[in-house]
């Protein structure tokens, strides 16, 4: 097992990775003050896929377990769902010294945060993330929140959580397109900070996940310490943690476009990624072998649904809406080499446009090939 | 106008007070760092009575002013509420740099103060509160939230306002069972921690609100003043802003025993207060002359509806569900003398029950006198 410690000014907490970590976690959360008397939010399916690996030990370890599931998926990541908790956390007689436990994927842990967070103004939780992104990702870092009818994660608090307990052995049962969606983001670390990971991703992506659990765990490892680092630095997204946004400005106009139906999040990182390595060649900030060498990268870790469908003008509308842009400046995390990323405040609108329009044209030429 | 400084290690702001301060607003507003474009939440009641004295000179300093309303009263004060102003800022097209104002009493402020602490994860806001309540109570110190069906400010966030604008002349309009639940709040302040501020309200509060305007500021002033040196130094309740619940233990057990429909909350926090002292003369705390001083002037400030027809259980029960008790203690913040409070942490239960039993005979017989 190894730590990673996320220091801030106001809390800090350990972050811990390993294979077959769930039994250990009960000991690890007494060790960090946990309370006998734990709520886990979940929902059905990973209840059954992993429940009793932590609820057993929890209970031989003495403590005493409220289990509250939550419908899977992004359209219930709303108010609604987490006055459903809050209420529930009222009946279970929760108070202000009460803890969470958040079992689940990026959804269910987001909701966790938030109710936490707004419970009594505030109590503690704890992230076990079963999904790869939610790994390497939204559990550490305390970004918290649900979505509004009209965006996503339009609703949230920072609230960090007490602990993170990551298992990569979880990822087996993981369907094969969310694995490759945690790829994606995995290889946005490399990117934006660490060559050396991203030439690892390149060349032994294929061995992943079942058959070689040293270097998935190395690779989450890495991933989580960068976050970890960035989020130590800059919690509250002054500007240094923007650049974790690398690909996520055109991804997320890309899954709106698409009714946040089509494509996984990573898929369209994977797509925003590409897409903003053309851009930043365009600008003449990294060279085209670079640009070159992330967009097949990218394209090796695992399919890219194509986007060639959809018309430039259906990609650009929801960027206006983009909590990233103030109302004048279309701010983009562009990469400059492998390994290194600028934040530019005021990306030419005509640029963003051009590269867009040539990308959904590359997207035609590849999907009249496919066919 | 008059200026108190609210100091913490992550914000500070000014609290300013003053007759017919509204069109001082928008100017400070700018020194405050305001951006131009500004949403303006309040009741339609409040608009129609104040609102032009404020939006006026908002527009003639050069601010976009965005008016929403929400419906008035505590019914409403729920996260249906908060979606429907969080949808409206998006149709706004507000962002991250975006200021909410609060033009209302407690129950404007704290929804609004909570939307703009979960909007984007956190906007500005400032609060310009209308009722004597809100002035001394509500809108200084950053405690935002909503009700759920199951109890009240179960949801909620700390987070400070910008700036607060007190103006004491807004009260003139103020229906005066309101006014009244605003002079119990203002006795608490003085039974807390300023004797003297007891004495004026003692001797003094039928020259209020109209007759003597200069008295009113002072009272108003001397309250938030107490307010905002507590929560300087404790802004999230460890321990010493607890004081600061001075009968409202029993209080909001007797607001909950009535449907919250019979008392207003300062009249209930009036009952409470004199229930405080009643134990904390029993518990041998507090001197009889001094709680006898206590339960009169109370009663001199204006009429307490009698709550001779509750029975000990539907006043006792509730208290069990309190968020300010954990399983097993009763915490009681009491009087030591006037100007003086301690909290009790084991408030031996029984006392407290015997203590509502006397007074529910003593409202009895209040009761029969009065037919």
């Known amino acids: 097992m190894q730590q990673i410690h996320l220091a801030l000014p106001e809390k800090s907490y350990d972050i811990?990775?390993?294979?077959?970590?769930?039994?250990?976690?009960p000991p690890l959360l007494r060790e960090a003050g946990a309370p006998l008397f734990l709520i886990v939010i979940?929902?059905?399916?990973?209840?059954?896929?992993?429940?009793?690996?932590?609820?057993k030990p929890l209970e031989e370890e003495g403590f005493q377990v409220e289990t509250l599931t939550i419908p899977e998926g992004e359209p219930h990541k709303n108010l609604r769902t987490v006055e459903n908790i809050l209420t529930s956390l009222v009946k279970f007689k929760a108070n202000r010294k009460s803890w969470l436990l958040a079992l689940g994927g990026g959804v269910i842990g987001d909701i966790t945060g938030f109710a936490a967070?707004?419970?009594?103004?505030g109590?503690?939780?704890?992230?076990v993330p079963t999904t790869f992104l939610a790994q390497i990702d939204s559990s550490i870092g305390g970004k918290t929140g649900v979505n509004l009818p009209?965006?996503?994660?339009?609703?949230?608090?920072?609230?960090?959580?007490q602990s993170v307990f990551i298992d990569p052995s979880l990822l087996s049962t993981l369907p094969s397109r969310e694995f490759h969606s945690g790829l994606f983001?995995?290889?946005?670390?490399?990117?934006?900070?660490?060559?050396?990971l991203f030439a690892l991703l390149e060349n032994h992506?294929?061995?992943?996940?079942?058959?070689?659990?040293?270097?998935?765990?190395?690779?989450?490892?890495?991933?989580?310490?960068?976050?970890?680092?960035?989020?130590?630095?800059d919690e509250k997204e002054g500007r240094l943690r923007m650049i974790l946004n690398l690909g996520h400005t055109l991804g997320h106009a890309l899954e709106a476009a698409t009714q946040y139906s089509y494509l996984t999040l990573g898929e369209a990182v994977g797509h925003g990624m590409i897409l903003a390595a053309d851009l930043a060649c365009r600008l003449k900030m990294l060279k085209e072998i670079d640009s070159q060498r992330i967009e097949k990268t990218i394209r090796s870790l695992a399919p890219l649904p194509s986007v060639h469908f959809l018309s430039q003008e259906a990609i650009l509308q929801p960027m206006q809406a983009d909590k990233k842009f103030s109302a004048l400046h279309l701010?983009?995390?562009?990469?400059?080499?492998i390994g290194k990323v600028e934040i530019l405040d005021d990306t030419p609108r005509e640029m963003v446009e051009a590269t867009v329009l040539e990308y959904l044209e590359q997207e035609r030429q590849r999907n009249k090939k496919a066919d």
């Not at 294929?206 to 190395?218: T, V």
């Open 331 to 337: 701010r983009m995390v562009l990469p400059t080499k």
């Open 150 to 161: 009209s965006g996503k994660n339009l609703v949230g608090a920072f609230h960090q959580p």
């Open 16 to 25: 811990h990775i390993g294979m077959d970590l769930l039994p250990l976690v």
């Open 117 to 121: 967070a707004v419970f009594l103004r």
């Open 123 to 127: 109590i503690e939780y704890v992230q």
């Open 185 to 196: 983001e995995a290889i946005k670390y490399g990117i934006l900070q660490n060559a050396e």
């Open 205 to 233: 992506h294929a061995d992943l996940p079942g058959k070689n659990p040293q270097l998935l765990e190395k690779i989450i490892h890495d991933c989580a310490a960068i976050k970890a680092e960035i989020v130590s630095r």
């Open 42 to 55: 979940s929902s059905p399916a990973i209840l059954k896929l992993h429940g009793s690996a932590l609820l």
